[in-house]
C-alpha cells in the first residue's frame, strides 16, 4: 500500500478511537472562534479554569514518571557498553531529525520570503499589549550560552525537582541511574521502590486521560479565543510557510525517516500515538505529554527498556518542531527588517537553531524564549528585537500548538526506530491497532 494512503488509514483509526479528544480540538476551534468575537469574562474564566485542572493533572505525574522510568530503564539496560550503544544512536538520530527540521524551515522561508513588506505588521503597538512576555524573554536572552550549559548541572538536586527544571533532573537522574546500574544487586531495594512508583503513576496516567477531552477542549477554545481569525490574514504568508514546513516533516520525512532506519510502519505508529499527539496539540507541552507518549509507545509494543530512556530524553532535548520553527521565524524577521541573509548568516542561523531548540524546555511558549539566543547574533536595533518579538508572541500559541505536536512524534519515532534496530519492538502489538483499546 502507498505510504501516505498508510498514513491516512491510520489516521482515521487513531481518530475512531480518540474521537471524543479529536471532537475537543474540533469544537475547541469553533468555539474559540466564537468566543473571540462574543467576549464573555465568566466562559473564558471557567474554559481557562478547566483546562488548567487538566495541565495541572498530567504534570503532576511528570516527575514521579520521569525518574522511575529512566531509573528502570537504564538498571535493565545494565551494562556499559550498550548503553553507551543506545545513547549514542538517540543523540545521532534526534540530531538527523532535528538538522532534516532546519533545512525545511530554511529552504522554504528563503524561497518563499515570508517576510518580504511584512515590518507594517510588526508595530510597537504589538510590542505594547505582549510587554510581560517580551520582557521576559529579553531577559533570559542576556545569558550566554556557557551559562545556558552550566544551568543544566544541578547543584543541588532537591531545588531542581522543588522547581521542575526538567534539564537538570534529567542530568541528576541520569548518572544516579547509571552509578546504580553499575552497583550490582545492592540496588534492587530502589529498583523495586521504583518500579513501584512507576506503576503507580502509569494508572494514574490512564485515569487523567478520563478528562482529556474537555481538558484539550478547553485549552484550544481559549487558544484560539485569545487570536481570533482576523488575526490570521495580517501573517498568513509566515504561518502558511510554517504549516507547510510542519506538514512536510511530519507527513515526508518521519515516514522516510522510518523507513529508511527501521521496518516500523509510520502509519501503525501514528495510530498507535494518536492520542499522545492529540493531547501535545491542546497543550502545547511535550513535558506534560510525556507520561502519556511512554504510555502509548509501550502498550503498543516498544519495549520498556527503550521506551523509559528515549522519551523522557526526547522530551527534553528532542524539539525539532520548535528548532524549524525558529528558523523560519528568524529568517522571516531578517527579511521584514532588511538584514542581508548571507549563506555564513542562515548556516549560523541553522546551527544555533539546534541548540537554541534543544535546550528550551518542553512547556508551552519556552522555543520562543530561546529564540532569543539565535536572534542575538543578528545585527538588530534593541527597539526592532523588541518589536519583533512580540510580533511574534501574538501568533505563540497557535505555532505552539503544532510544533509541540511535531516534538512529540519525532519523540515516539526516534524511540521506534531504535527499539526495531536493537529487536525490542513486538511488532504484533505494534501492527495491531485494536491492541490500542485498551489504553483509552
Ligand atoms: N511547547 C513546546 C514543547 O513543549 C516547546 C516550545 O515552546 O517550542 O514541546
Not at 532535528?98 to 517576510?115: E, H, Y
Not at 550549559?149 to 533532573?169: E, K, R, T, Y
Not at 552509578?179 to 490512564?206: H, Q, W, Y
Not at 505536536?405 to 485494536?434: C, F, R
Amino acid at each position: 500500500m502507498k505510504l501516505h494512503m498508510q498514513i491516512l488509514i491510520a489516521l482515521g483509526l487513531g481518530i475512531k478511537r480518540n474521537w471524543h479528544i479529536f471532537f475537543g480540538i474540533i469544537a475547541g476551534i469553533f468555539v474559540g472562534i466564537y468566543l473571540h468575537g462574543h467576549g464573555n469574562a465568566l466562559v473564558a474564566n471557567i474554559l481557562t479554569f478547566v483546562g488548567q485542572v487538566f495541565i495541572r493533572l498530567i504534570q503532576m505525574v511528570v516527575i514521579p514518571l520521569v525518574v522511575s522510568a529512566i531509573i528502570i530503564g537504564i538498571t535493565s539496560i545494565g551494562d556499559n557498553k550498550q548503553l553507551g550503544k543506545f545513547g549514542t544512536k538517540m543523540v545521532l538520530y534526534y540530531g538527523i531529525i532535528t538538522s532534516i527540521a532546519v533545512i525545511i524551515g530554511g529552504a522554504l522561508a528563503l524561497l518563499i520570503k515570508p517576510g518580504l513588506g511584512a515590518a507594517q505588521y510588526i508595530t510597537a503597538h504589538t510590542a505594547a499589549s505582549v510587554q510581560t512576555s517580551v520582557a521576559t524573554a529579553m531577559e533570559q536572552q542576556q545569558g550566554n550560552i556557557l551559562n545556558l550549559f552550566l544551568g543544566f548541572i544541578p547543584s543541588n538536586p532537591l531545588h531542581s525537582f522543588a522547581a521542575g527544571d526538567m534539564v537538570p533532573i534529567i542530568v541528576f537522574v541520569l548518572i544516579f541511574a547509571i552509578a546504580l546500574a553499575r552497583v550490582g544487586d545492592v540496588n534492587r531495594p530502589i529498583v523495586s521502590f521504583f518500579e513501584s512508583v512507576f506503576a503507580a503513576t502509569m494508572k494514574i496516567t490512564d485515569w487523567i486521560m478520563f478528562f482529556a477531552a474537555p481538558g484539550v477542549f478547553a485549552l484550544t477554545a481559549s487558544a484560539v479565543s485569545s487570536f481570533g481569525v482576523d488575526i490570521f490574514m495580517s501573517i498568513s504568508k509566515y504561518l502558511g510557510v510554517l504549516l507547510i514546513g510542519f506538514a512536510i516533516q511530519m507527513f515526508i520525512v518521519y515516514p522516510l525517516f522510518l523507513k529508511f532506519f527501521s521496518k516500523v510502519s509510520a502509519a501503525m505508529l501514528f495510530s498507535a500515538i494518536a492520542e499522545a499527539m492529540m493531547v501535545a496539540f491542546g497543550t502545547a507541552s511535550s513535558s506534560a505529554t510525556l507520561p502519556l507518549t511512554i504510555a502509548c509507545c509501550e502498550k503498543r509494543g516498544i519495549s520498556h527498556k527503550i521506551s523509559s530512556f528515549v522519551l523522557p530524553l526526547g522530551a527534553t532535548l528532542n524539539f525539532d518542531g520548535t528548532a524549524l520553527l525558529q528558523t523560519v521565524a528568524v529568517i522571516f524577521l531578517a527579511q521584514a527588517y532588511g538584514v542581508v541573509l548571507t549563506p555564513f548568516l542562515v548556516v549560523q542561523i541553522g546551527l544555533l537553531a539546534i541548540i537554541a531548540s534543544s535546550t528550551c524546555a518542553g512547556i508551552p511558549g519556552a522555543g520562543l524564549i530561546t529564540i532569543a539566543l539565535i536572534l542575538n547574533g543578528m545585527g538588530l536595533s534593541p527597539e526592532q528585537l523588541v518589536a519583533g518579538f512580540a510580533f511574534l508572541f501574538t501568533i505563540e500559541r497557535i505555532t505552539d500548538m503544532f510544533r509541540t505536536l511535531l516534538n512529540v512524534t519525532s519523540d515516539a519515532v526516534v524511540a521506534a526506530t531504535i527499539a526495531d534496530n536493537e529487536n525490542e519492538i513486538n511488532y504484533d502489538l505494534l501492527n495491531n491497532p485494536a491492541a490500542y483499546e485498551e489504553i483509552a
